[in-house]
């Protein structure tokens, strides 16, 4: 049987047939039939059901005119899209894809009337959200079904599981739910199926096994279908399987077999899921794969050398996965990559010498891959370049100036790394070039803004974090460029530099550093695009023409003015901002209600100014989206707002060093993602807050020298403050005994994990059309310790600290204490403790300071004490303590204050040896030493025990009393940053 494709005319069919009977030869002229009436008044039928709208197709191209040839009374199996069988004139083929349909379909549908449709093709339409009819059923014979992009939603009808003869199936990118009837099912009924194409439809299962028996199968599409479960490896081996697409299942696991020379696989992608395990080494079997993506998975161990063999290999992405050891240099024989992608793996040091054969690669994405050394001579014969990333390396010397050969250059970004020497001009000579980011290396000497201004398509530059000036604020009368992102941070500029005047596309402005002087100039609030701007860290006093306290109204999203000298009320930013850092400035006067509206902020940070009055009531309200709010080093007064509403967002409240009062707010108990709550150095009066309890992620608790009064009690549960690390309670009026069933609760003082060298911290994205932003706000306590603060700007994850110092506890100290485990830092002076010191402390093998002093403590000093090798602050002084100091160890260390008043005491370091009658003398302690006897000096003591060497190791960073510096640090996404084209 023949048919007509669309790309023929019309034609008569000659047939001959010769006769063997004597008459010759006689010819037949066989006219084809034409369309069956029916089928044409079917077709016309449905072309009125829809309305023709460019929105709903890609008006580009030209299929969007296919249903203008439709007309009465001509022959439908001429019409575009039409296919008719030659014999018998019904339409067997319907191709209206990218035909600018729109509207609904049902199951009394014209189309379902044309019985004998073998192949159905609907995709890049607007079906308008409607779903599959059932009356698809009756199209028995169809053999081809694409809906692919057509807007359909719902279940996928089981009478989809009627059609036995499909062997392409393409439903993809639809809102579709494929879960009644299940994968599973359909998979079991379309046993003849070569293409399944479903990704986009949420299947929410398994993978079932009974895939792997669709032996025909060659296409193989499943992304981001919600699947979770193992992937069966049988399915790999199917022995026509040409394309598996598994992309952006995170649920999924599963596991790389072992591949046959047999295999025809061409492409293969994997990215997004959590597939694990090892590369095969006979990966290299796969002698016609041209394809393979795996980023973002979990794969581990070594990156086979034999995956050198796919010399068919045009695309290689195995970003972001636990790969180790070197990479291969096999690497280097895959002559025919042109994307190359390697980034955030585990690999070993190594050079980037083995890529100068590559040289047809387009794109090469190797950051954070541990490379050192220059960047290559080789590079120079990657001449087909596009973009080049080498972020967060360790690459040294210069950066190569016959980078400027590299005409195709588009995207060149080297950030992160310790580049060396002078920027070279030729890089912003290359025609083409759009992204230049240098952020953070050594890079030095002068610059003049022509040498950039001058590059007609640059639209993201970043100098910031280098040792560059510029020379002068002129530029010669050129077309500037349209900035997007623009980040000179640190260059010594001095002013606002006026290229930026009119920069109608910059989105992202980073000046911060550059001791500019005077006000905010009015232009840079009339580009209209800007997003996210700092000018943080310089000398800026105001606003130029805006004297009252509320900016213009803008789009801004980040506004970074901290470390400034702005002076007068707190400006009111844009009802837009999501990030808002005025600290450490010269502000005054109150909170204005009209930080209320500001319903989309995520982070506010007042502190350090000159700030007063009680806050507006509703600022509670901003917890429903914020996530810090830090008011720290103020002279704000009243009472704490408590209007925190169910689903509160909060992570970081910082409110300390200010003058509140009154009891606690209660509706707190609704931020179930309060990390930290600092209120120390306030007036507050309360009894102890069992209530926070509840909080499933309280890490810092700060109550630090307020009013708090009365005895702790017991715990509400058992689950209560158990991801407490840090509690500060000292300087209040607690009385009773020491919480000892708390002890029990505070499970993750009893875990030790202190492999992570990252801190605690609220994090926050930012997107622009050049990538992904990170706001990191650190979490911040201070210790005081004989009236000297110790501010911790940043806090370590394993930081486990108790200060119960300067209250009322009475009691023994219980043994339950040895049970925390990760402490670090243990204070209970102060109070009226009495007993003994508990033999359990000596589990707390990771404790480097101790002080018990100014309690009633009698008994001995454990000798269990002297194997804590990181104890390098200790102080029992002005107890009752008797026996002699433990020796060896960290107590070699220990000066005579660490045992003051203690006459029972003897043995060095003190005078009087053990044995002796005589008494040891001290002086009372001076007033100012009540509150607490030691200063500690969180340093890092090195202590030389025997042969070698104890590192009493600081714990937290202890800085001085300045405030953090708000953190702006870059974030590139799963994969390869993308910076817009």
Known sequence: MERRSDSQPDWWLEATKSSSQGMGKINFILMKQLCQDGDGSSLLQFKQTFVFDTFSCDPSTDNYTKLSSWKVGDDCCSWDGVDCDVQTGHVIGLNLSSSCLYGSINSDSPVFRLVHLTSLN??????????????????????????AFANFSGQIPSEILELFQLVSLSLWQNPFMLQKPSLKELVEALTNLTELKLSGVNISSHVPQSLSNLTSLTTLLLKDCSLHGEFPGAIFKLPNLCIVSLRNNPDLTGYLPEFSVASPLEKLALDGTNMSGQLPFSISNLRSLSYFSASGCSFGGLIPSSIGNLT????????????????????????????????????????????????????LDLRNTNSYGAIPSSFRNLTQLVELWLTSNQLTGQIPSWLGNSTHLTKLVLSDNELQGLVPD????????????????????SMRYDSFLQSKYLSILQLSANHLSFVDNT??????????????????????????????????????????????????????????????????????????????????????LSNNKLEGPLPIPPASLAVYDVSQNKLSGDVSPLFCNLTSAFALDFSGNNLSGNLPPCLGNLGSSASVLKLTNNNLSGKIPDNYASGCALMMMDFSQNNFEGELPRSLANCSNLEILNLEDNQMTDVFPSWLGILPHLRILSLRSN???????????????????????????????????????????????????????????????????????????????????????????????VDLSSNKFEGEIPESLGTLRALQSLNLSNNILTGHIPLSLGNLKDLEALDFSLNELSGDIPIQLSVLTFLSVFNVSYNKLTGPVPRG?????????????NPGLCGMPLSKMCGDTGTLSLPPPKDEDVESPLEFNWEIVLIGIGSGLVIGVAFGCAMDTRKYEWLIKKKFSRGRRSYKN
């Open 426 to 445: 030729s890089i912003f000579r290359l025609p083409y070039i759009q992204v230049v980011d240098l952020y953070s290396n050594n890079l030095s000497g």
């Open 122 to 147: 609907l995709s890049s339409n607007n079906f308008n959200l409607s779903r599959i009819p059932g009356g698809i059923r009756s199209l028995s014979k169809l053999k081809h079904l694409d809906l």
């Open 707 to 801: 009013k708090f009064h009365g005895a702790i009690g017991q715990p509400l549960s058992k689950l209560q403050f158990n991801r407490l690390q840090i509690i500060d309670l000292s300087n209040n009026n607690f009385t009773g005994k020491l919480p000892l069933e708390y002890f029990r609760n505070w499970v993750a003082m009893k875990v030790i994990v202190n492999n992570r060298l990252a801190y605690m911290e609220a994090i926050t994205n930012f997107q622009s059309s050049g990538g992904f932003y990170n706001f990191l706000f650190p979490y911040f306590i201070r210790i005081v310790n004989k009236g000297t603060q110790r501010s911790y700007n940043q806090i370590l994850e394993f930081f486990v600290v």
């Open 312 to 363: 068919k290999l045009d695309h290689l992405e195995l970003s972001d996965n636990y790969f180790s050891g070197n990479i291969p240099s096999s690497l280097g024989n895959l002559l025919q990559l042109t994307y190359l992608a390697l980034t955030s793996n585990n690999f070993s040091p190594g050079t980037l010498d083995w890529l100068g054969k590559l040289t047809n690669l387009q794109i």
């Open 475 to 560: 530029y010669s009368n050129v077309t500037l460029p349209k900035f997007e992102i623009l980040s000179l941070a640190g260059c010594q500029l001095g002013e606002f530099p006026a290229f930026l005047r009119g920069q109608d596309k910059l989105e992202v402005l980073v000046l911060n550093q550059n001791n500019i002087k005077g006000y905010v100039p009015n232009w840079i609030f009339t580009l209209e695009r800007l997003s996210l701007l700092n000018l943080a860290h310089n000398f800026l006093i105001g606003f130029e023409h805006y004297p009252s306290v509320t900016l213009p109204s803008t789009h801004l999203t980040v506004l970074g």
């Open 889 to 901: 160890n960290q107590f070699g260390t220990f000066q005579n204050d660490s045992f003051f008043a």
